[in-house]
């Protein structure tokens, strides 16, 4: 029987692979040479790193990760050595669009402002970026992107260079990928000098992994009122984050962007797919059979002498207000893992449905193409 090492917070598993394995669930943290020793595969999150010190010896040969990211896995050591990886791909794009949004709304509601006059340069347009993309041109933003793998390869009509981007946009969200090295090398991408390229009064949102923005660069810059504020879920040194950069962040979340349970479903699913194919287990469609609804999802909001931005805040913060994860991270920082191992039930726009009394044609359009469900009263 096979063998199989398991992250213990990866969800909807336990019970799934258990007919065809010997699972074994542990924190990811306490994955071990030890442990992975006799192990055929190891199914992980962020947590796990999966190094030549961990992988040498052992029988693993099949790493899957229920994360869009695979910077913790040392990629050229496993194709080397014959282990098979994988990732999940867009698993959570839907709910770091949901987070995105929501920060969006949030800024532009604490600062007076309407998001129609911004310009938001987004900086990664793959399954996460383009989907942030989608939205915010729904929500009438001008939108400007920088991709330059995409750019090599599609030609550069549609995307404009990192330091342009720096120049013109008036928000930056990045949803890049962590690269130490190569022409296309993230890491400290936002440092003393590009984030001092960027607009005065600009906001910089960072949602990808921490690594990508110097820490002191960063705090440099907020505490010198050049920049109007950050968003940041993600952090250098996770969990030991910076408290100062966290007291000078605008919003500050401890790395859950991604932690829609929609997220969460898809991403063991596409791992028990890859796993089931790789040794030949009858669950390559599989999928979590009860992935819970919130008890209240019906949307009901009185349009009238509304804006259509704040009728959209109010459906978006309904389903999820980035206010009530940043209260608890600032209260208890020292819980980065906690928070996000006990994370609550949060699912995307297409399980809402929103009743709309009033409010434009524009305005049923915009949160139709959301995701959300509408009805008109």
Same mark, same amino acid.
């Given at each position: 029987?096979?063998?199989?090492?398991?992250?213990?917070?990866?969800?909807?598993?336990?019970?799934?692979?258990?007919?065809?394995?010997?699972?074994?669930?542990?924190?990811?943290?306490?994955?071990?040479?030890?442990?992975?020793?006799?192990?055929?595969?190891?199914?992980?999150?962020?947590?796990?790193?999966?190094?030549?010190?961990?992988?040498?010896?052992?029988?693993?040969?099949?790493?899957?990760?229920?994360?869009?990211?695979?910077?913790?896995?040392?990629?050229?050591?496993?194709?080397?050595?014959?282990?098979?990886?994988?990732?999940?791909?867009?698993?959570?794009?839907?709910?770091?669009?949901?987070?995105?949004? %929501? &920060?969006? @709304?949030?800024?532009?509601?604490?600062? +007076?402002? =309407?998001?129609?006059? *911004?310009?938001? /340069?987004?900086?990664? !347009?793959?399954?996460?970026?383009?989907?942030?993309?989608?939205?915010?041109?729904?929500?009438?933003?001008?939108?400007?992107?920088?991709?330059?793998?995409?750019?090599?390869?599609?030609?550069?009509?549609?995307?404009?260079?990192?330091?342009?981007?720096?120049?013109?946009?008036?928000?930056?969200?990045?949803?890049?990928?962590?690269?130490?090295?190569?022409?296309?090398?993230?890491?400290?991408?936002?440092?003393?000098?590009?984030?001092?390229?960027?607009?005065?009064?600009?906001?910089?949102?960072?949602?990808?992994?921490?690594?990508?923005?110097?820490?002191?660069?960063?705090?440099?810059?907020?505490?010198?009122?050049?920049?109007?504020?950050?968003?940041?879920?993600?952090?250098?040194?996770?969990?030991?984050?910076?408290?100062?950069?966290?007291? %000078? &962040?605008? @919003?500050?979340?401890?790395?859950?962007? +991604?932690? =829609?349970?929609?997220? *969460?479903?898809? /991403?063991?699913?596409? !791992?028990?797919?890859?796993?089931?194919?790789?040794?030949?287990?009858?669950?390559?469609?599989?999928?979590?059979?009860?992935?819970?609804?919130?008890?209240?999802?019906?949307?009901?909001?009185?349009?009238?002498?509304?804006?259509?931005?704040?009728?959209?805040?109010?459906?978006?913060?309904?389903?999820?207000?980035?206010?009530?994860?940043?209260?608890?991270?600032?209260?208890?920082?020292?819980?980065?893992?906690?928070?996000?191992?006990?994370?609550?039930?949060?699912?995307?726009?297409?399980?809402?449905?929103?009743?709309?009394?009033?409010?434009?044609?524009?305005?049923?359009?915009?949160?139709?193409?959301?995701?959300?469900?509408?009805?008109?009263?």
């Amino acid at each position: 029987m096979l063998k199989i090492i398991v992250d213990d917070k990866i969800p909807f598993l336990k019970g799934v692979l258990e007919p065809y394995a010997d699972m074994v669930y542990v924190p990811g943290k306490q994955i071990t040479a030890e442990l992975a020793k006799d192990a055929d595969a190891l199914l992980i999150r962020t947590r796990t790193k999966c190094t030549k010190e961990l992988l040498e010896g052992s029988k693993v040969s099949f790493i899957g990760t229920a994360t869009i990211g695979y910077d913790h896995i040392d990629t050229g050591y496993c194709e080397k050595s014959k282990v098979k990886w994988t990732n999940a791909p867009g698993c959570n794009s839907c709910s770091v669009q949901q987070y995105i949004i %929501s &920060a969006l @709304l949030k800024m532009a509601s604490e600062s +007076g402002f =309407s998001l129609t006059d *911004k310009t938001l /340069g987004i900086v990664g !347009v793959g399954n996460v970026g383009s989907k942030v993309e989608k939205t915010a041109l729904l929500l009438g933003m001008k939108v400007l992107v920088c991709d330059p793998p995409r750019a090599r390869k599609e030609g550069s009509d549609k995307f404009i260079g990192f330091d342009a981007i720096l120049h013109q946009a008036d928000i930056i969200t990045a949803h890049i990928p962590l690269s130490f090295e190569g022409e296309d090398k993230t890491f400290h991408l936002f440092n003393d000098k590009t984030l001092g390229m960027m607009k005065k009064g600009a906001w910089f949102i960072n949602s990808s992994r921490g690594e990508v923005a110097d820490t002191s660069a960063l705090k440099k810059v907020l505490n010198s009122g050049s920049l109007s504020g950050a968003l940041l879920d993600v952090w250098e040194n996770e969990p030991d984050i910076d408290h100062e950069l966290l007291e %000078s &962040a605008f @919003l500050a979340t401890p790395h859950i962007a +991604g932690y =829609s349970t929609d997220g *969460k479903a898809n /991403g063991t699913a596409m !791992v028990v797919h890859s796993l089931s194919g790789f040794f030949d287990l009858p669950l390559k469609g599989w999928y979590p059979p009860e992935v819970p609804l919130p008890e209240d999802t019906l949307i009901e909001i009185d349009g009238t002498a509304k804006t259509d931005q704040d009728i959209i805040k109010e459906a978006v913060f309904h389903t999820y207000n980035i206010s009530d994860d940043d209260g608890k991270f600032r209260l208890s920082p020292g819980d980065f893992e906690k928070q996000r191992g006990e994370y609550p039930l949060r699912r995307e726009f297409t399980s809402y449905t929103v009743n709309l009394k009033g409010g434009t044609k524009k305005v049923r359009e915009i949160l139709e193409g959301m995701g959300f469900s509408v009805l008109s009263v």
